[in-house]
């Protein structure tokens, strides 16, 4: 046995790309993209004929490159569901992320587009960056039946604003926590004593000691031994680099997180907005990360704008 087909015995394997030949090979349960990702896949030939669609749709209708760009990420989660039998998570602009009311009207409007293709929105999940703004439009969204995945999550207090959101699932980014670490002088580290794996595993504990339904995804890994550090979460999104690493390594994982036998949790906490704040204001890491985060996935976002704008009118 390898060792990814050890941790999908215990956690479900999600591929965290745009390219559907990596998901073709590994495999994956479930698919997420974002900016990023959809950017650097749209400039490969493999790609090229969802961004013809989506700028000749463009053209038709008169769309302006944002509509362009959201059509594009509905082409490419389009595509994937029909690789992977779960989930695909679609990303709401990054610029939005302190807007609850446009948030709200993209994902419907995301949902909306899928629902024309004939994607239900049992396949997809929308992917909101974990501020407080984002938390309050992901209550509205699964109140209604649209599922989201809240994702930048780098400290308890998102994962507690999510919860009580009822997010359909979370993804606290473990390597970018380490990045943050290491270059503030701290380790070395091992894999279990990772300030990312760390911040996990009390995430997972606190959810699961408090009987918390919403799904724990571990993302953003810089090695493997991260994922081993954590295997047995919820759901694990890892980059093809990493899923074919593990499909070389030989042996078995050990279980680091269970649900039957969770570590200590701090005591329940009950969060309003100041308090929220407050937390996060607290937390110098999950501060910079989560606007670092959020400046990068715009960043790119308005790379592909361009794109659009240049191509409508070519």
Not at 180 to 203: L, N
Request: hydrophobic letters at 40%; one cysteine or more; charged letters at 25%.
């Amino acid at each position: 046995m390898n060792k990814l087909d050890s941790l999908r015995e215990m956690s479900v394997v999600v591929a965290d790309t745009g390219d559907m030949g990596s998901i073709k090979e590994f495999k994956p349960t479930d698919s997420t993209t974002n900016p990023t990702l959809i950017l650097k896949a749209s400039q490969l030939p493999a790609y090229k004929e969802y961004v013809e669609e989506a700028i000749s749709w463009g053209k038709k209708h008169g769309a302006k490159p944002g509509a362009v760009c959201d059509r594009l990420a509905v082409n490419f989660g389009e595509a994937l569901t029909k690789i992977v039998p779960g989930r695909v998570s679609t990303e709401v602009d990054a610029d939005l992320s302190f807007d609850t009311e446009a948030t709200i009207a993209k994902a419907r409007a995301l949902i909306a587009d899928y629902k024309s293709r004939g994607v239900e929105r049992d396949r997809i999940l929308i992917k909101i960056a974990s501020t407080w703004e984002g938390a309050q439009a992901a209550a509205v969204l699964q109140r209604e039946g649209i599922d989201c995945n809240l994702t930048l999550i780098f400290s308890l207090a998102q994962a507690i604003a999510c919860a009580d959101a009822h997010a359909f699932l979370i993804s606290p980014f473990v390597g970018r926590i380490l990045d943050w670490h290491v270059k503030a002088g701290g380790g070395p580290y091992t894999a279990e004593t990772d300030p990312g794996v760390v911040s996990v595993g009390q995430i997972y504990a606190y959810y699961k000691t408090y009987g918390i339904k919403t799904v724990v995804m571990g993302a953003s890994f810089r090695n493997i031994g991260e994922i081993e550090a954590i295997a047995g979460c919820d759901r694990l999104t890892i980059s093809p680099q990493l899923l074919g690493e593990l499909a070389k390594a030989e042996g078995t994982l050990t279980r680091k997180l269970d649900a039957k036998s969770v570590g200590p949790a701090p005591e329940k906490i009950t969060l309003d907005e100041k308090g929220f704040r407050w937390r996060l204001n607290e937390d110098a890491m999950a501060t910079e990360k989560l606007s670092e985060g959020i400046r990068q996935f715009a960043k790119d976002l308005a790379a592909l704008r361009k794109m659009a704008a240049e191509r409508l009118a070519g």
